[in-house]
Structure formats: structure tokens, C-alpha cells
């Protein structure tokens, strides 16, 4: 069933499309724990079919209410694998610690990649500051044939010492630093595969972003190569939407199927904070069955998820 630009039969939610490949702003729904379950069906397949998806005026939403709404779509990680310092339920996306002006899925270091993420705007600059997201999966959908396959047979290295704070060396504040510290605290290193096979939809996505550090066997030249290759075609205007801000606003994306990117177009003295809940996933799989594999770091106290069981 599409859920496109219409009120949706059952509930008072009315889904409205932004953009052909990915976006979309969901009206009438009052975010919390005690949605009832045909409007979560609903939230669940306007983010599997547009990715990701926004609410207006939630401003009665607090931490609290948050994270039991996002208990209805999954089951919430803990807010970070190294990062412990900005939040006990939800991670701070503070811009007094650090600006996360590069693109990236988020956690990709860890085996068992967030499946989604949900982030609430509590404070914002009074110009600047949105968010673009763009499609992994359309990004590999338009791929050329051989492209494709040339994707579908390579893996990526991702770690954390890739991180959106990988221009701190230019801008190096104590507060800053004290950040990148914390979150190099612990070293994880995980090879993923080019191309995932998204573990609910089934589509292929390209897994990539800031945290990859190289292509397994390939020369350094080559792995960046390859790698800007792939990642020009994800951040191409056309398979991208832009979010303005406003007090009040939540918005979730399936993170198996995006890249994000905070647009640092605000001055210092501005500031702008949000709260980020992820959910656990799955460990990756690509199109030939083979599963991500774990290279450095433990994860398991991050993703409150047991492991899949054995086949």
C-alpha cells in the first residue's frame, strides 16, 4: 500500500511526500509511547519507503517520551559505543562539543550497524544548521551494471578513528579535543561489505560514509579512488533532501539506507543541540551472503541485542 500524500485509513496520520527518492513529513501524529499500533505500521512503512521521514511540533516531547517512542519501532542502544559522556538514554549532538559536517551513517564501526535513528531538536541557531540526508539505496540503484558488480564484490574497512571530528586538527579547541579523546577511547575496527542487502526491505544500499578507512586489498591510491567514486554517486543532489529545523521537530531515518550531513552554516556563538536515539540492527550481509566481520572492539554493550542465532 502506498502511503504517499494521503490520510492514512485507521489513524490520523497523513504521509506527504518531499522528494522522489527519499523524504517524506508525516502530520496529524502526536509522538510518544501510547501510539497505538496501526500509527506505528504506519511510522514503519513511511521509513521503509521514504527512508527518512519528519514530525512537526512535537514540543511536548521530552527525553522520556523519546525513548519510549522509540522502543515502539526497536530496541534502543545505549547512546554510544565510546561516547558516555553526552547522555544516559539519548546522545547529545551538541555543537559546544562537535559538528558533524561530514557524511556518514551513523556507528558504522560497530558489527551490528544501528538500524535507525531518531533525533529531536531541543535547541537551535537562529539561521542555519539543517540536515541532508541522502539515499544509499537509490545511490546504488542508479549505478551502471558493471559498477554495480564491481561494488557488490568489494568490502570496506570502517573505524572510529575516521570520525566526524576528522578536521579537528585545523580547529584544535580544548572542548573539541576532549571530545575526539573520548570518542578514540576505544578502538573499533569492522569490514562491512560495499553492498548491503537491507535486512527488512531487501534492497541493496551502499554501506560507505566518513568511518571507512580503506578497501580490503586494495593500494591506497586505489581504495580512495573507489571509495569517491561510490561516495559521489550517494551525495548527488538528486537522491538528497534538505530539513530546516525548528523547535519541535523530530526526525527519524532508516539508517541502513542513508547518509547524513549536519550543514555547518552557523556561527560559534550560535548554538545548536539535538538528542539521538539509535536503534539496534542486525550485522550486515552482502549480496553474495557473506556477513560483516569484526576486525577490532566489542560492541555487544552498545547494542543491548543478542547476536543472531546460528543458522
Known sequence: MSVDDSTVPGTAARVVRLGAHLGARIDGVRLGGDLDPATVATVRAALHEHKVIFFRGQ???????????????????TPHPTVTSAGAKSLAIDSHQTRSNVWHTDVTFVDRVPSASILRAVALPSYGGSTTWAS??????????PLKLLAESLRARHTNRYDYAADIEDHPGERDRAYRDEFESTYFETEHPVVEVHPETGERALLLGCFVKEIAGLSGTESRALFRLFQDRITRLEHTTRWNWELGDVAVWDNRATQHYAVDDYDGAEHRR????TLAGPVPV???????????GDAESYVRAPLPRAA
Open 286 to 296: 552482502g549480496v553474495d551472503g557473506t556477513p560483516s566481520t569484526v576486525l577490532a
Open 59 to 77: 514540543h511536548h516531547l521530552t527525553e522520556d517520551g523519546q525513548y519510549e517512542f522509540a522502543q515502539l519501532l526497536g530496541t534502543p542502544t
Open 136 to 145: 544509499t539505496v537509490a545511490a546504488y540503484a542508479a549505478l551502471p551494471a
Open 274 to 277: 539535538l538528542t539521538r536515539i
